[in-house]
């Protein structure tokens, strides 16, 4: 990489930031996976699939963002410039938040018929 060696404390932050995101993601893929073998079908057809593969979407979407985050990361370190600025984790709030609601209609629905 190009550069100066950053102080290694600043290196392992961002690789525990990376790995939190990676764990994210791999938590979105196991949730896939649960949905799509285990959620009883929902009231709203092809409910289940859809939050199913939305998820592993999601799940994959973190992973190749935590790396391309964590590059860019390491080389401003390394550059002495400015982190990233990243809009992505208000992003994925906003997902799973939007996917809480569709998740809390479902029941509802489920509950009344």
Same mark, same amino acid.
């Given at each position: 990489?190009?550069?100066?060696?950053?102080?290694? $404390? %600043? !290196?392992?932050?961002?690789? $525990?930031?990376?790995? #939190?995101?990676?764990?994210?993601? &791999?938590? &979105?893929? #196991?949730?896939?996976?649960? !949905?799509?073998? %285990?959620?009883?079908?929902?009231?709203?057809?092809?409910?289940?699939? /859809?939050?199913?593969?939305?998820? &592993? +979407? &999601?799940?994959? =979407? +973190?992973? =190749?963002?935590? /790396?391309?985050?964590?590059? $860019?990361?390491?080389? #401003?370190?390394?550059?002495?410039?400015? @982190?990233?600025? !990243?809009? %992505?984790?208000?992003?994925?709030?906003?997902? =799973?938040?939007?996917?809480? /609601? +569709?998740?809390? +209609?479902? /029941? @509802?629905?489920?509950?009344?018929?």
């Amino acid at each position: 990489m190009a550069g100066e060696k950053p102080d290694y $404390r %600043f !290196s392992l932050a961002n690789e $525990r930031t990376f790995l #939190a995101w990676i764990r994210t993601g &791999l938590a &979105l893929l #196991a949730g896939g996976l649960a !949905s799509a073998q %285990f959620l009883q079908p929902l009231p709203i057809a092809h409910l289940r699939e /859809v939050i199913a593969v939305a998820m &592993l +979407v &999601l799940g994959g =979407v +973190v992973a =190749v963002r935590a /790396v391309d985050h964590w590059a $860019r990361t390491e080389r #401003a370190m390394r550059l002495g410039t400015d @982190l990233p600025r !990243s809009r %992505f984790p208000a992003v994925l709030a906003l997902v =799973v938040a939007l996917g809480a /609601v +569709v998740l809390i +209609v479902a /029941v @509802l629905l489920k509950a009344a018929g």
